[in-house]
């Protein structure tokens, strides 16, 4: 893979670029005027897609700058809103009407803005896409930059990055720095071949349409860039520098569920590059692992309900067992309805709540008789015992809590 951090000779090179197209586009085509307006429609140089939600402030700005930037390059920008409140999409089909170059596309039935990326590719025409967000955060002059490093020689994918030489950001509280950093180092990790690029969550780049075209992205929340660094085929990739402003208009999307979500996507993206995801499924992987950890917090939550009632309230100790086993199977239950599953609301959460603890009964049976089978039976000593039982129990939650409690009808 070749690497290549670009600056000034680039605006060099997408001027000329541009420049190029504009003398094609203005060829005069004798006595077929509207056979090439519709060639024209048909073959844009880029399709710009950009994300909505709630950006009614935004988005005519953006478009506008987008268009501007292109002059008379054909481009078509593909606009995908989630059905925003606040109308964007109504908006853009509004001011919009009569321009074949900007289309909206109103999700209503998914939502999130990976996916809402990947909705716009499949509806894109052009052979590059490039992804801009609305709220101007995204310098939309740079796009001609970001394809003109396309259209280099084996290059795939080109991202505007922060972190390379003349990137920036903007007013960013020094906790929003150390949360980017910290991800940009986790994504790292768990995607070995984005470990040169500086800014590999960007959400500002452009790729060569049959780079990501058929491919199947499994994108969760919000980064869509690194599951395609993770996930497709792809020759050099260029950083492009840029400065990520403040917002003027509307407010960010991003909250705590979505880092959340940042983190499992890391997950499951993590098992497939490292080649894991041909014995386990990398969402699964995933759910397995928070199981765990809600589970391991749940022993603590086991020992201190346990010790207080022993130690404190004076309760026998079988009897504190019980309590300590019930408190604990309502921290599993909680902590795996919130975090581990996909909360089905098909389903009573009063009815999740019952099977969640057949489940776990039925797991302590479980536990009980690998013990017994253990220690009796194979002679295992009684601490390694233990171990094994708790092990065997665990699984035998996770596949009920799974197939049974968290179930979707
Ligand atoms: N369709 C759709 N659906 N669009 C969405 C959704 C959604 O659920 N959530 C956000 N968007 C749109 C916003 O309207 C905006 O145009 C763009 O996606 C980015 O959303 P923000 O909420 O403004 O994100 P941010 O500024 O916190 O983060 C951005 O910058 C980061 C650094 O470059 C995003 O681009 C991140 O992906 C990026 O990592
Ligand atoms: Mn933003």
């Not at 590719?121 to 801009?132: G, L, N, P, S």
Request: charge should be negative; include cysteine; aromatic fraction near 10%.
């Amino acid at each position: 893979m070749d690497f290549t951090h670009l600056s000034a000779p680039l605006t060099a090179a997408a001027s000329t670029a541009v420049q190029r197209d504009k003398d094609d586009e203005t060829t005069p085509q004798p006595d077929e005027t509207s056979a090439s307006a519709a060639d024209r429609r048909a073959t844009p140089a880029l399709s710009i897609v950009i994300p909505t939600y709630n950006e009614r402030k935004n988005i005519e700005r953006v478009l506008e700058q987008c268009l501007d930037a292109f002059g008379d390059t054909p481009v078509e920008i593909v606009v995908v809103d989630d059905d925003s409140p606040d109308g964007t999409w109504e908006l853009v089909q509004q001011s919009y009407r009569d321009d074949d170059h900007v289309r909206v596309i109103r999700r209503t039935e998914e939502s999130g803005l990976a996916t809402a990326v990947l909705r716009g590719f499949e509806a894109a025409d052009a052979e590059r896409y490039a992804v801009i967000d609305a709220d101007l955060q995204h310098p939309p002059e740079r796009l001609t930059d970001l394809l003109a490093a396309l259209r280099q020689p084996n290059t795939d994918v080109a991202i505007g990055s922060r972190y390379v030489d003349g990137g920036d950001i903007e007013n960013w509280s020094r906790r929003r720095q150390i949360v980017s950093k910290g991800a940009i180092g986790l994504a790292k990790v768990a995607v070995p071949s984005a470990w040169n690029i500086s800014d590999p969550m960007s959400g500002f780049f452009a790729v060569e349409a049959d780079v990501v075209d058929g491919v199947d992205l499994q994108p969760r929340g919000y980064k869509i860039l690194l599951e395609i660094l993770a996930t497709c085929d792809y020759d050099g990739v260029v950083e492009v520098p840029y400065v990520f402003t403040d917002r003027d208009y509307g407010e960010s999307n991003l909250d705590g569920e979505q880092y959340l979500r940042f983190l499992e996507h890391l997950g499951m993206v993590g098992v497939t590059s490292w080649g894991l995801d041909d014995y386990v499924e990398p969402d699964r992987a995933v759910r397995a692992a928070e199981f765990c950890g809600v589970g391991a917090l749940g022993v603590l939550v086991n020992a201190a309900v346990f010790w207080a009632a022993t130690e404190h309230l004076g309760v026998f100790y079988l009897v504190a067992g019980v309590l300590a086993f019930l408190a604990a199977v309502q921290w599993n239950f909680a902590g795996n309805w919130f975090l581990t599953f996909d909360r089905p609301d098909d389903q009573p959460i009063l009815s999740q709540w019952s099977r969640f603890h057949v489940v776990s009964i039925a797991g302590f049976l479980v536990y009980s008789l690998l013990l017994a089978g253990f220690v009796d039976g194979l002679g295992v000593s009684a601490q390694v015992a233990n171990l094994g039982a708790i092990a065997g129990a665990s699984v035998w939650n996770f596949l009920g809590s799974e197939s049974v409690a968290f179930k979707s009808a």
